[in-house]
């Protein structure tokens, strides 16, 4: 299959894809119709397959920005078209709102943290949400991501190239926008306790075996002598308000049999 020069020269990249449409090539299928017979022209088309619509995304990005959806090819045949078939679902998607979580862990150091947020701005992404920690020497940044499908492929395209530059680890994964679960009562759990391995365990595993769901968890080792105080807090929900009786009880007599300097459980209880 010949490629007309104005094609080469406003899709360069993506030319030799094309090229392959031959049997064995998956990436692109060939296919010769009759198209205006009495006058000997025929049409080509070009389908792409969705195993390789990613690797083909820059192409059609193109085209669909400049809403061109055919253009001349040269061909032994005589002048002909290539046009690329819309799929109504895949059209519908790429205008749609799509979510990407990023997290993206380095050497901490001034800008580095300018330096992601501008380039995922670049790529036409919002911030939704953030979190930045400091963690020894590293930073831990976690972003959730919308825009809409061309913007967040460019970004997963691009990223870890870019990180590689800024020395980062980046990983990231497709999601949905945040459903909100009902739940009837929330609370608010804080334990104060000489610091030692397995302390954090044991308290997420008490909470799971009391139906109570983790939101949010921080912890916080506080150097002192003689020894290491570790304060931990917990922001937990329940489904149902039934089985919260007891809760506070229970985390008391928890607290009290691991030996914790202080301690604190609040129940909210959410009104109709």
């Keep these: 299959m010949d490629i007309s020069p104005d094609f080469q020269g406003r899709y360069g990249k993506a030319a030799p894809l094309e090229k392959q449409g031959r049997p064995g090539a998956s990436r692109v299928t060939i296919r010769q119709k009759p198209h205006c017979a009495s006058r000997g022209r025929t049409r080509r088309t070009l389908v792409v397959t969705p ?3 990613a690797r083909c995304n820059e192409i059609l990005n193109k085209v669909a920005m400049q809403d061109r959806w055919q253009w001349p090819m040269a061909s032994p045949f005589g002048p002909c078209h290539c046009i690329h078939i819309r799929n109504p679902l895949m059209d519908e998607r790429r205008f749609m ?3 990407l979580v990023v997290t993206a862990i380095g050497t901490d150091r001034p800008g580095i943290v300018n330096e992601v947020t501008r380039h995922v701005s670049g790529c036409g992404c919002n911030i939704v949400d953030s979190r930045l920690g400091i963690f020894g020497n590293e930073f831990t940044f976690i972003m959730l991501l919308s825009g809409d499908w061309n913007s967040l492929m460019q970004l997963e395209i691009s990223l870890p190239l870019r990180s590689q530059e800024w020395d980062l680890i980046t990983m990231m994964k497709r999601t949905e926008r945040h459903q909100s ?4 009562i929330s609370a608010n759990a804080e334990i104060l306790i000489r610091d030692q391995p397995g302390i954090v365990s044991q308290c997420t595993q008490f909470f799971s075996d009391h139906g109570w769901d983790i939101q949010a968890m921080q912890t916080v080792t506080l150097e002192q002598q003689p020894f ?3 304060k931990a807090s917990f922001q937990l929900n329940l489904a149902k308000q039934g089985e919260a009786a007891g809760s506070q ?3 008391a007599g ?3 049999e691991l030996g914790a300097e202080s301690f604190e459980f ?3 209880h959410k009104h109709a």
């Design 254 to 256: 928890f607290c009290r």
């Design 266 to 268: 609040i129940v909210n």
């Design 51 to 53: 195993r390789y619509r």
């Design 97 to 99: 709102t799509h979510y």
């Design 181 to 184: 679960l009902q739940y009837d």
């Design 228 to 230: 290491n105080l570790l």
């Design 249 to 251: 009880t229970a985390f």
